[in-house]
């Protein structure tokens, strides 16, 4: 088991940046893909980003392509999601999750084992 608590969310102008955080705990030795998904109200959850175990290979949706950075510190067994030039339309809430069996290509949210609580990012115009 890994427990995931996400941090970090809140509101900003567009424009503005965020940089949330997930901390894991628990089975955190175990080699496991690191993703963010994001859930506004009355739409589907949706890929945002990923990041392999090493934190070398990272994959991103288009709709965050060269805004959004996602990072990883082993050590610290926390992941990151740095937002930057932030639209209204990224207001949603920000979920991290994570899997063992994963590739960093696997968006679809119903296939990750493990999930934080998720926090609320939203973009004032």
């Known amino acids: 088991q890994v427990q995931l608590v996400e941090s970090g969310g809140g509101l900003v102008q567009a424009g503005g940046s965020l940089r949330l955080s997930c901390a894991a705990s628990?089975?955190?030795?175990?080699?496991?893909?690191m993703g963010w998904f994001r859930q506004a109200p009355g739409k589907e959850r949706e890929f945002v980003a990923a990041?392999?175990?090493?934190?070398?290979?990272?994959y991103y949706a288009d709709s965050v392509k060269g805004r959004f950075t996602i990072s990883r510190d082993n050590a610290k067994n926390t992941g990151y999601l740095q937002m930057n030039s932030l639209k209204p339309e990224d207001t949603a809430v920000y979920y991290c999750?994570?899997?063992?069996?994963?590739?960093?290509?696997?968006?679809?949210?119903?296939?990750?084992?493990?999930w934080g609580q998720g926090t609320q990012v939203t973009i004032s115009s």
């Open positions: 999750a994570a899997d063992t069996r994963r590739t960093i290509q696997t968006t679809f949210w119903r296939e990750y084992d493990y």
């Open positions: 628990g089975r955190t030795g175990s080699n496991y893909v």
């Open positions: 990041i392999s175990w090493s934190g070398s290979s990272t």
